[in-house]
């Protein structure tokens, strides 16, 4: 196969070294115990910065200069040297998945616009049956209205007014992830339930919800598909796009796939189906060659 | 509030169709068990749920997005009653199709040349009537509904066709039945597109695209007529439906040609694209095969069909004619080149290939008249040639994602486009360039067409020209419908949108929307400041199920899900009696008022001649 030749070139590691080192990172992943994929995504980036930040501080601390480090950290240059020095690393995880999300509240009294930024490794987003990423993107960015029991304090009236709050992307990651809340809480249940809806993801995508109107072009390059019909169990497959193919990863089987097959992996506009293979986790890769500044 | 540069005083950005009037003010007296309306308003009035036409229920229950139900409205003329042309007299008209005819007749056993023969020719009319009558008893008693189709001997009257899983229906659209009078199986593959002529001048009007890339053209009234569940008479195109792979490794080509043959090819289990490729089911061979993705008649094109698939190529047909000579073609040198090559033997059927695109096209549409002719595909670009000089007029690239549908304004000045990125697009032929974007579905647009049956209120009549309604169904289950009046959109165009930053003429853009590019050059993506929006007028939630396609008629709207279930919504004023006869429901065309029938699914909207 392909991958097996280019494996040394492109520096992957095996599999299965991959979950030895896994499990001896996290207890939790030792026992058969099923485990969420978004989950385990977030534990795996989050340990990976906390790797390289150790590993970064270690020739740090010996010899007071920062270019041990320059190196470890992919190429980045002068953000360490010239930024405060509590600032936090940023580490190739951070340049591939990190975005940054500006929080808009503007308050209906004295219309004072408060943005507040923060960082994100994927978007978490809400489902609805029938729907595409597009109108979840959408009502990801849709405005909210903060009222009654949920009243926003505005520094300038300094007392708690009415506000609109919106999600905007200040700026969007190289690599988005995203992430379906296919895994839902319902309170007239009490209990967590698996949503089929069927959700379509084209295999390109545009983010309109930025701050500046990039139109920034994203290609899907993986999906994460969990089958099964509850949020207990199941099991999951994976569609990675290489060299131009898609390829179907189940457990120790590969195989390729055309492309037009991805969208068997949308969901089911039915609650009852016998079809139970839905994308959970979505990975698409910018192709716009500017995005990738640190 | 993302985007205020809507030109037109209309909303902007509002994707939720709750929010329109239309449908909050409406109250749930007339819901159906499912929670959704039988009705739906707009300013003129009331539409109404009058008739549902679905296939059998429980009958199949086939993996999605493999075989997308569209549908094709279908006029029978009454005439067998009346004795067809005698041979001299077609053969005057055009005697090669009348040969190409004879020899298909010959070549396809005796049973389907007396069906045919005497379906067409008055020197087998005794044949043929013994025949009918035979059939006709026949289906009296196994027929499995009211067939009232079948009872009508010369078939005369509108049907409805669509296809759902591996099944060709056809429906009586007159009927109140549910059921439908004909269901055509096909055991090698799913049928996906067709496409009918009711101008056909002999017996073959409907042409079946399947998903192993195999064509039939058939004549509707011998389907009628015949009370089995193939196909009969027809003639087969492109046989082994890989003939002209060009993305397919040639070692799966030749595994397929064996296994059809019923030949287990031993293949070694190393190249693991073949050991897929034995595991696949027949359904998913079209996938590798280069499927059919949309079929078309050519308007006035003496018989000439036109099929789409998924490898990027077009091929053109002649109707009836057996494909005996070589149907080879060159090489595509540049995949992403646009390219006609024309049959190297003239015996060749199909007799030209038009190479679009990289990737599939996922719809081909004729203007009216026959003169142009566009494409969408996978690559998300619109491209519009001129048919007969096989030239790239314009085009250009949706916002993301594939185009899923096109259609043509009946005076070809319009050509509206849906796809992934969620957005109904009007590209306009006299700018060469998207004038609007129609925001509003939740999800992929499925189906677009204009309703040239509509005519805006008489108030103002020196607007009229410019106005047009058009609708569109997505697969977030609902059907909008719009109104684009071009008077309030273009002139602003041509100045910096309201709502645009001072950072909005930098190069690029301004000249994207300043100057008309020049004839045959593709336009990039437009930026989503400086298209103008549409919002629409009304958002109808119309099934539980992705929709795959909507159709206009005089007095109805059709609007199809993609699991086969097809509606059809009365007009205002339309309805509140019952049709008798199948004339009430045919709309009269008058010479000014272009053809106006259509086909719904996601190869958009094809023009039919109704009942001229």
Same mark, same amino acid.
């Given at each position: 196969?392909?991958?097996?030749?280019?494996?040394?070139?492109?520096?992957?590691?095996?599999?299965?070294?991959?979950?030895?080192?896994?499990?001896?990172?996290?207890?939790?992943?030792?026992?058969?115990?099923?485990?969420?994929?978004?989950?385990?995504?977030?534990?795996?980036?989050?340990?990976?910065?906390?790797?390289?930040?150790?590993?970064?501080?270690?020739?740090?601390?010996?010899?007071?200069?920062?270019?041990?480090?320059?190196?470890?950290?992919?190429?980045?240059?002068?953000?360490?040297?010239?930024?405060?020095?509590?600032?936090?690393?940023?580490?190739?995880?951070?340049?591939?998945?990190?975005?940054?999300?500006?929080?808009?509240?503007?308050?209906?009294?004295?219309?004072?616009?408060?943005?507040?930024?923060?960082?994100?490794?994927?978007?978490?987003?809400?489902?609805?049956?029938?729907?595409?990423?597009?109108?979840? &993107? =959408?009502? /990801?960015?849709?405005? *909210?209205? +903060?009222?009654?029991?949920? %009243?926003?304090?505005?520094?300038?009236?300094?007392? @708690?007014?009415?506000?609109?709050?919106?999600?905007?992307?200040?700026?969007?990651?190289?690599?988005?992830?995203?992430? &379906? =809340?296919? /895994?839902?809480?319902? *309170?007239? +249940?009490?209990?967590?339930? %698996?949503?089929?809806?069927?959700?379509?993801?084209? @295999?390109?995508?545009?983010?309109?919800?930025?701050?500046?109107?990039?139109?920034?072009?994203?290609?899907?390059?993986?999906?994460?598909?969990?089958?099964?019909?509850?949020?207990?169990?199941?099991?999951?497959?994976?569609?990675?796009?290489?060299?131009?193919?898609?390829?179907?990863?189940?457990?120790?089987?590969?195989?390729?796939?055309?492309?037009?097959?991805?969208?068997?992996?949308?969901?089911?506009?039915?609650?009852?189906?016998?079809?139970?293979?839905?994308?959970?986790?979505?990975?698409?890769?910018?192709?716009?060659?500017?995005?990738?500044?640190? | 509030?993302?985007?205020?540069?809507?030109?037109?005083?209309?909303?902007?950005?509002?994707?939720?169709?709750?929010?329109?009037?239309?449908?909050?003010?409406?109250?749930?007296?007339?819901?159906?068990?499912?929670?959704?309306?039988?009705?739906?308003?707009?300013?003129?009035?009331?539409?109404?749920?009058?008739?549902?036409?679905?296939?059998?229920?429980?009958?199949?229950?086939?993996?999605?997005?493999?075989?997308?139900?569209?549908?094709?409205?279908?006029?029978?003329?009454?005439?067998?009653?009346?004795?067809?042309?005698?041979?001299?007299?077609?053969?005057?008209?055009?005697?090669?199709?009348?040969?190409?005819?004879?020899?298909?007749?010959?070549?396809?056993?005796?049973?389907?040349?007396?069906?045919?023969?005497?379906?067409?020719?008055?020197?087998?009319?005794?044949?043929?009537?013994?025949?009918?009558?035979?059939?006709?008893?026949?289906?009296?008693?196994?027929?499995?509904?009211?067939?009232?189709?079948?009872?009508?001997?010369?078939?005369?009257?509108?049907?409805?066709?669509?296809?759902?899983?591996?099944?060709?229906?056809?429906?009586?659209?007159?009927?109140?039945?549910?059921?439908?009078?004909?269901?055509?199986?096909?055991?090698?593959?799913?049928?996906?597109?067709?496409?009918?002529?009711?101008?056909?001048?002999?017996?073959?009007?409907?042409?079946?695209?399947?998903?192993?890339?195999?064509?039939?053209?058939?004549?509707?009234?011998?389907q009628l007529q015949d009370v089995g569940k193939k196909l009969v008479g027809a003639q087969h195109y492109n046989k082994d439906g890989s003939e002209f792979g060009s993305t397919i490794p040639n070692q799966v080509v030749e595994i397929y040609r064996l296994m059809e043959n019923g030949i287990q090819p031993i293949v070694s289990g190393r190249d693991r694209y073949i050991r897929r490729f034995k595991e696949m089911k027949t359904d998913h061979i079209g996938e590798l095969v280069c499927r059919c993705t949309s079929v078309s008649w050519v308007p006035e094109g003496d018989g000439n069909f036109i099929v789409a698939h998924s490898d990027g190529n077009l091929y053109v047909y002649e109707k009836s004619k057996d494909g005996t000579g070589d149907s080879s073609f060159p090489v595509i040198k540049d995949q992403a080149q646009f390219s006609v090559s024309h049959a190297r033997s003239s015996k060749s059927n199909p007799i030209a290939r038009w190479h679009i695109c990289q990737g599939a096209i996922n719809g081909a549409s004729f203007s009216a008249d026959g003169t142009y002719m566009a494409t969408v595909g996978r690559d998300g670009y619109l491209r519009v040639f001129d048919y007969s000089k096989e030239q790239l007029i314009c085009g250009g690239k949706s916002y993301y994602g594939a185009l899923l549908c096109c259609a043509w304004s009946m005076d070809g000045k319009y050509i509206l486009t849906g796809g992934e990125d969620d957005l109904v697009q009007v590209w306009s032929m006299d700018d060469r360039?998207?004038?609007?974007?129609?925001?509003?579905?939740?999800?992929?647009?499925?189906?677009?067409?204009?309703?040239?049956?509509?005519?805006?209120?008489?108030?103002?009549?020196?607007?009229?020209?410019?106005?047009?309604?058009?609708?569109?169904?997505?697969?977030?289950?609902?059907?909008?419908?719009?109104?684009?009046?071009?008077?309030?959109?273009?002139?602003?165009?041509?100045?910096?949108?309201?709502?645009?930053?001072?950072?909005?003429?930098?190069?690029?853009?301004?000249?994207?929307?300043?100057?008309?590019?020049?004839?045959?050059?593709?336009?990039?993506?437009?930026?989503?400041?400086?298209?103008?929006?549409?919002?629409?007028?009304?958002?109808?939630?119309?099934?539980?199920?992705?929709?795959?396609?909507?159709?206009?008629?005089?007095?109805?709207?059709?609007?199809?899900?993609?699991?086969?279930?097809?509606?059809?919504?009365?007009?205002?004023?339309?309805?509140?009696?019952?049709?008798?006869?199948?004339?009430?429901?045919?709309?009269?065309?008058?010479?000014?008022?272009?053809?106006?029938?259509?086909?719904?699914?996601?190869?958009?909207?094809?023009?039919?001649?109704?009942?001229?």
């Amino acid at each position: 196969m392909q991958i097996s030749s280019q494996k040394k070139k492109t520096g992957v590691i095996a599999p299965k070294r991959f979950v030895q080192r896994v499990k001896k990172q996290n207890e939790l992943f030792r026992s058969y115990m099923h485990q969420d994929a978004h989950e385990f995504l977030n534990f795996l980036l989050n340990e990976l910065v906390d790797i390289l930040e150790k590993e970064s501080q270690v020739p740090k601390s010996s010899s007071e200069t920062s270019s041990p480090s320059e190196k470890i950290v992919n190429g980045l240059k002068n953000v360490l040297a010239n930024g405060v020095h509590k600032e936090p690393l940023v580490t190739w995880v951070h340049k591939n998945f990190q975005g940054i999300l500006t929080n808009e509240t503007r308050c209906l009294r004295c219309e004072t616009v408060t943005a507040r930024d923060e960082t994100f490794l994927d978007l978490s987003l809400d489902i609805e049956q029938n729907s595409s990423i597009t109108s979840c &993107l =959408k009502n /990801f960015s849709s405005t *909210e209205t +903060l009222n009654a029991e949920d %009243k926003f304090f505005c520094d300038k009236c300094c007392s @708690l007014q009415e506000a609109q709050k919106r999600m905007k992307i200040k700026k969007p990651p190289h690599i988005l992830v995203i992430h &379906l =809340k296919r /895994f839902k809480y319902i *309170e007239q +249940l009490g209990r967590y339930k %698996k949503l089929s809806y069927r959700v379509v993801f084209p @295999l390109e995508l545009k983010l309109s919800n930025t701050v500046e109107d990039a139109d920034s072009e994203y290609s899907l390059f993986a999906v994460v598909v969990h089958v099964g019909s509850g949020p207990n169990h199941g099991h999951y497959v994976s569609l990675v796009k290489s060299h131009n193919h898609w390829l179907f990863f189940d457990d120790e089987n590969v195989e390729m796939i055309d492309e037009s097959a991805v969208q068997t992996f949308f969901g089911s506009s039915q609650e009852y189906s016998s079809n139970t293979d839905h994308g959970y986790i979505l990975f698409y890769e910018s192709i716009a060659p500017t995005s990738i500044k640190s | 509030m993302i985007h205020n540069n809507s030109n037109n005083g209309m909303m902007s950005s509002s994707s939720s169709s709750s929010s329109n009037p239309n449908l909050s003010s409406n109250n749930n007296s007339q819901q159906s068990p499912s929670g959704l309306k039988t009705y739906f308003k707009t300013p003129e009035g009331r539409y109404k749920l009058q008739f549902e036409k679905t296939h059998p229920a429980g009958l199949l229950h086939y993996a999605h997005g493999k075989a997308v139900t569209q549908v094709t409205i279908t006029h029978l003329k009454e005439k067998l009653a009346q004795l067809p042309p005698t041979p001299t007299a077609s053969s005057s008209t055009s005697g090669v199709r009348l040969a190409a005819a004879r020899l298909l007749g010959g070549s396809n056993g005796s049973r389907s040349l007396s069906s045919f023969v005497g379906g067409n020719g008055t020197s087998s009319k005794s044949s043929f009537t013994g025949s009918y009558g035979r059939l006709g008893n026949t289906g009296a008693v196994s027929s499995t509904s009211g067939s009232p189709g079948i009872s009508n001997y010369d078939g005369k009257g509108t049907y409805l066709i669509f296809n759902v899983g591996d099944t060709v229906y056809v429906s009586d659209f007159n009927s109140q039945d549910k059921d439908p009078i004909k269901m055509i199986n096909f055991s090698n593959s799913n049928p996906v597109c067709h496409a009918f002529d009711p101008e056909a001048k002999d017996g073959h009007d409907l042409i079946i695209g399947l998903n192993s890339g195999d064509v039939y053209s058939v004549s509707l009234r011998q389907q009628l007529q015949d009370v089995g569940k193939k196909l009969v008479g027809a003639q087969h195109y492109n046989k082994d439906g890989s003939e002209f792979g060009s993305t397919i490794p040639n070692q799966v080509v030749e595994i397929y040609r064996l296994m059809e043959n019923g030949i287990q090819p031993i293949v070694s289990g190393r190249d693991r694209y073949i050991r897929r490729f034995k595991e696949m089911k027949t359904d998913h061979i079209g996938e590798l095969v280069c499927r059919c993705t949309s079929v078309s008649w050519v308007p006035e094109g003496d018989g000439n069909f036109i099929v789409a698939h998924s490898d990027g190529n077009l091929y053109v047909y002649e109707k009836s004619k057996d494909g005996t000579g070589d149907s080879s073609f060159p090489v595509i040198k540049d995949q992403a080149q646009f390219s006609v090559s024309h049959a190297r033997s003239s015996k060749s059927n199909p007799i030209a290939r038009w190479h679009i695109c990289q990737g599939a096209i996922n719809g081909a549409s004729f203007s009216a008249d026959g003169t142009y002719m566009a494409t969408v595909g996978r690559d998300g670009y619109l491209r519009v040639f001129d048919y007969s000089k096989e030239q790239l007029i314009c085009g250009g690239k949706s916002y993301y994602g594939a185009l899923l549908c096109c259609a043509w304004s009946m005076d070809g000045k319009y050509i509206l486009t849906g796809g992934e990125d969620d957005l109904v697009q009007v590209w306009s032929m006299d700018d060469r360039k998207v004038v609007a974007w129609g925001e509003g579905h939740g999800s992929w647009v499925s189906g677009v067409a204009f309703d040239s049956y509509w005519s805006p209120p008489s108030s103002d009549g020196s607007t009229e020209n410019n106005v047009y309604r058009f609708g569109s169904v997505g697969q977030d289950t609902q059907m909008l419908l719009w109104d684009l009046a071009m008077d309030d959109i273009v002139v602003p165009l041509r100045r910096c949108p309201p709502g645009g930053s001072p950072t909005y003429s930098t190069g690029s853009q301004s000249s994207h929307w300043d100057n008309i590019s020049p004839l045959g050059t593709l336009q990039p993506a437009p930026s989503m400041r400086d298209v103008p929006k549409l919002s629409p007028l009304v958002a109808h939630r119309v099934d539980n199920e992705p929709l795959s396609g909507m159709i206009f008629t005089q007095e109805s709207v059709l609007t199809a899900c993609r699991e086969g279930h097809v509606k059809i919504w009365t007009r205002p004023g339309y309805g509140e009696t019952q049709p008798s006869t199948s004339e009430s429901v045919i709309p009269t065309i008058s010479r000014d008022k272009p053809p106006s029938s259509a086909k719904v699914g996601s190869s958009g909207y094809k023009q039919v001649l109704i009942g001229l």
